[in-house]
Nanobody, 122 residues
Framework: QVNLVESGGRVVQAGDSLTLTCDANGDTLRRYSIGWFRQAPGKDREFVAAISWITTVYEDSVKGRFTLSRDNDKNAVHLQMNNVIPEDTAVYYC?????????????????WGQGAQVTVSS
């Protein structure tokens, strides 16, 4: 059993930067692919980015602005969000894909955090 916890969500202004962190206990994150998803009010949850052993993948609207990285010493994954825009406002979730397939499909992720609220004001 893996427990994931997101942190770092807050209210920021358009153009600001912030970092979300996904911490884990119960297993070692570096063994798995970790994905980030977000859900805006009234919308379906959508893929944001994912990181595996050797690569990362990003949804088109966040390419060049968001960066995923691993902190293996702290068993964590960071989502650096730069130049945020109001459309980035959402609850952000990290999730673990035990098969390491780097899938964009939320149904392939077995473990989820509780979510972190990010609000971007214009």
């Amino acid at each position: 059993q893996v427990n994931l916890v997101e942190s770092g969500g807050r209210v920021v202004q358009a153009g600001d930067s912030l970092t979300l962190t996904c911490d884990a206990n119960g297993d070692t994150l570096r063994r798995y692919s970790i994905g980030w998803f977000r859900q805006a009010p009234g919308k379906d949850r959508e893929f944001v980015a994912a990181i595996s052993w050797i690569t990362t993948v990003y949804e088109d609207s966040v390419k060049g602005r968001f960066t995923l990285s691993r902190d293996n010493d702290k068993n964590a994954v960071h989502l650096q969000m730069n130049n945020v825009i109001p459309e980035d406002t959402a609850v952000y979730y990290c999730a673990l894909d035990p098969l390491g397939s780097m899938t964009l499909d939320e149904y392939d992720y077995d473990y989820w955090g509780q979510g972190a609220q990010v609000t971007v004001s214009s």
